[in-house]
């Protein structure tokens, strides 16, 4: 059986939310260059939410500053944050391959400081589509 948009947003949704306890706790625990790559994904899936509740599917795309300015149409609190969340595509590619980053590795370079941030951008993100969602 085929889902409602809403319904698909919250399999979105839930997703992030987990995702986001384990970003947490990879960012307290040392794992930085993993908590930024999933911070990203995590904003991935809520903005993916957002956009199945308002009808969209498929929902396609892995660039968060594309998807935020999709939802961005859609509602204006979601255009306000957009920019701020876009950083998150920086920990796309470079936080998992050490072709990404020139003469180190992801583990070297990425600290606490960029995961707890990149971890608190996530969190904005999955906070404000669920509180746009009721969800």
Known sequence: MRKTGREEAKRWLDQAREDL??????????????????????AEKAIKAFLYAQGESPVLGHSVAALAERAGQHNSQVARKAG???????????????NGLPDSIPSKVYGREAALQAVNLAEDAVSTIAGILAL
């Not at 307290?28 to 260059?33: A, D, N, R, S």
């Not at 969340?85 to 391959?97: F, H, K, S």
């Open 84 to 98: 701020a969340w876009a950083v998150l595509d920086g920990y796309y590619i470079p936080t998992r391959y050490p």
């Open 21 to 42: 306890k384990w970003a947490r706790s990879l960012a307290e625990q040392g794992g930085y260059h993993i908590a930024c790559f999933l911070a990203q994904q995590i």
